[in-house]
Every structure is written in C-alpha cells, then in structure tokens.
C-alpha cells in the first residue's frame, strides 16, 4: 500500500523472500538504534518500469553485483569528497578500467561486466523506498548475505526519481553510484552534478538495459539515517498487512480498518471505467477513471507515472490530492494494494489517501515531490498530518 502503485510488484518479490526462508537464509530487521556511529549502511533497489518486471523477472544478480561495486568505489577512495580527476584516473587505471566522460563534462563513470574483487558484507542494507519489490529485495540480498535491513527508507513511499530520495534531497553524497543489468552488465558513476544529473544518466541506462536494473546508491552514515530517512516504514508496512489480514479473519471490512489503521481519507469506491497506459521515458505513465458506485462521491481521475500523482475530481475538476501525500488503490472486497501494472477495465476499487511525511514536504523536498515535480501546476495542500509508527523492532 505505501509503494502507492509502483515500488515493483510485491507478489514477485514475496515468492523469492518466502523462497529464501526455505533456504534457511533469514530475513532480519533492526532498530536504527542498534546502528553504530561509524557504521556504513548500503541502499540497494530495483530501477526501472513496473510492467516490465511481470514480463521480464529479475535474474537475482543485479542488486549483490551492484553492492559489491559500490563497495570496491568505497573502498577505493572514490567517495572522498576532495578527490581529484587524476586520481580518479590513477584508480580507475589500478583496477583495470577506462574512465568515460559524458558530453556535458558532469558526469565521469566507467563499464565493466566483471567482479573487481570479493567484498566484505556491509554491517547492514537500506530500502531505499517502502512499498512493492523494493522493499522485499533488500530483505531478500540482506538474508543471503546475513546482515539485517534498518527499519527506514528514504521516502516513506515509493516514488519514481532517484532524486526523490530523502538523503539526496538534504545534501547527501550521491556518488559513487552503480547500476547493473540482469546479465551482469555495469555502469558505474563516480562523479556527477546532483541527484537529476544522476537519475538522467542511470535512466538513460536502464532503458538500454531493458527497463530493469539493480541499483546501488553509496552509503549512509547513523546520523544520515536519524537526519535524512523516514523511520520505522518497514514496521508500517507490516502493521499495515495485519490490520488487513485481521479484518478480513474477523469478517469486518478491510477499508474501514485501513483507514483507521493509516489515518487515511478515503476518497472513492467504485469501478475502473477506463485505463490508458504506456512505457514512455523508461516509466510506466498513463492515468485510471474510476466511476463511483457510492452517490455521496464523485467519480475521479488518476495520473500515474510509476507511482500515483495526482488525483482530481471529475465533476468539479478540483484537485483531490497529489505527491508527496500517499495516493493508494485497493481492492474493495479484499484490501489489497493494486499497482499501476494491475489496474484493468472493472476492477471494483477504493481510493485512499495516507498523509506523507514531514521529510517529504519541506520547502526543500517539495521542489522533488510536489505536483510542479512532475509539471502540475497545482499547489500541494496536506490531506492531514502524519502520526510517526511505532517500531515493531526491539533495540
């Protein structure tokens, strides 16, 4: 529910992690608490258009090969913040590789399709988003190598930009940065402008690699994590998946038990009448109509690229809500999240709106967030204030 249409499709990502536990590899979350000062915790997520995974499965490569990449930049001295053009020309020469430079001089990376050595397991993984796959995997790599995924995120949600994620927003370093394809092919970035410069140069390079790439974002530090992530979203969401799942025990509606659970606004039940989608941009972009079945509501309309936007009504064309805040579809009987891969002519849906983060709607951050993000010309209006969770993780 909070991956609010995209994040990747959580059924995808629930086969592989239950897969693992049968593996006797163990998914384990801990409290940001437990984090030491000087610890380095690695952010690793799936990049590209949701579609594209249910067509295409994830080889289970793509996030290991761009961690331990990062981690050999890392160690490598590429992340020092005085470095230099020369010496990134005397590393890239001790590791065998060649340096390119994009046309712009912004950005400096280099390719490889090779291990460039073995590397020790972090202390611990981060989602970089909460919601759909890109919650899952971390879980998933995190279990394999045995080390636990901290309960944050960067977003509190999903959202379809790099430069939508939380640290990046309040001056985190973005480099080095690494993508990987699903046949073990790499770009790694070790120099560029900013966040944008970043997601345009990975983005170029996730189409080319299929519209499905692992990514790994450099690290973050105990106090980036307390400063710069929203807490306890991996908590959320499992106590979001139990409220559903006790309603439904308990034969009471599972909508009803959302929104108290989430401190929603429900916003329209009713029947998908139309459905307009396409891969543009290395995106998944399109918008819903959804026609109300109850008279007291009005029949909506939904833009999406990855990630629900923007959600206006018909009749008056007012704005309902927008990004940051939480646009989320789910199946009326059942109250299970629908993505924007799954949404088809029919479907019996409600609406429901989850107030975001403070992180998320600062001055700063709505400049990557908000509807002029994605050209709407609208201002973002809060649909309520947000109740941080509780963690479910004992320290």
Excluded: W
């Excluded at 590791?95 to 390719?111: H, R």
Aim: proline content about 5%; glycine content about 8%.
């Amino acid at each position: 529910m909070l991956g609010c249409g995209g994040g990747g499709s959580p059924y995808l990502g629930s086969i592989r992690l239950k897969q693992c536990i049968q593996q006797k590899s163990i998914p384990r979350v801990v409290h940001i608490d437990s984090l030491k000062d000087d610890d380095m915790v690695y952010c690793v997520a799936f990049m590209g258009a949701p579609l594209i995974y249910t067509e295409m499965l994830p080889s289970g490569v793509e996030l290991l090969n761009a961690l331990q990449l990062t981690q050999c930049m890392i160690e490598n001295g590429f992340a020092d913040s005085d470095i230099t053009d020369e010496y990134r020309k005397k590393q890239a020469e001790k590791l065998n590789v060649d340096l390119i430079s994009e046309e712009d001089g912004n950005t400096v990376s280099f390719k490889v399709n090779r291990s460039l050595g073995d590397m020790k397991p972090p202390v611990a993984l981060m989602c970089c988003e909460v919601g759909g796959l890109n919650t899952l995997e971390p879980l998933i790599l995190a279990a394999h190598l045995d080390i636990p995924v901290v309960d944050c995120d960067g977003m509190g949600r999903a959202f379809p930009q790099l430069q939508q994620f939380g640290p990046f927003m309040y001056g985190c370093p973005v480099y080095p940065a690494v993508i990987t394809s699903m046949h073990g092919n790499s770009v790694c970035c070790l120099k560029t402008n900013s966040s944008v410069g970043l997601e345009n140069f990975f983005r170029k390079h996730c189409i080319e690699m299929g519209c499905i790439a692992g990514v790994c974002i450099s690290y973050l530090t105990k106090k980036d994590i307390l400063n710069h992530t929203v807490k306890n979203t991996i908590s959320k969401a499992r106590l979001i998946g139990n409220a559903v799942l006790n309603a439904r025990k308990g034969n009471v509606c599972p909508i009803q038990a959302l929104v108290k659970e989430t401190q929603g606004k429900l916003i329209c039940q009713g029947k998908i009448s139309d459905v307009r989608r396409a891969t543009k941009d290395g995106f998944a972009q399109g918008h819903i109509i959804i026609e109300s079945t109850d008279n007291q509501q009005s029949d909506v309309h939904i833009n999406f690229q990855n990630e629900f936007i923007i959600c206006k009504d018909i009749t008056s064309c007012n704005i309902i809500a927008t990004s940051p805040d939480l646009i989320t579809l789910v199946a009326t009987e059942t109250g299970e999240p629908i993505t924007t891969d799954e949404v088809k002519y029919g479907l019996r849906v409600s609406v429901i709106v989850l107030p975001s983060a403070p992180l998320m709607c600062t001055e700063t951050a709505l400049k990557f967030t908000g509807p002029n993000a994605f050209n709407y010309d609208t201002e973002y209006k809060p649909i309520g204030g947000f109740i941080q969770c509780e963690s479910i993780v004992k320290i």
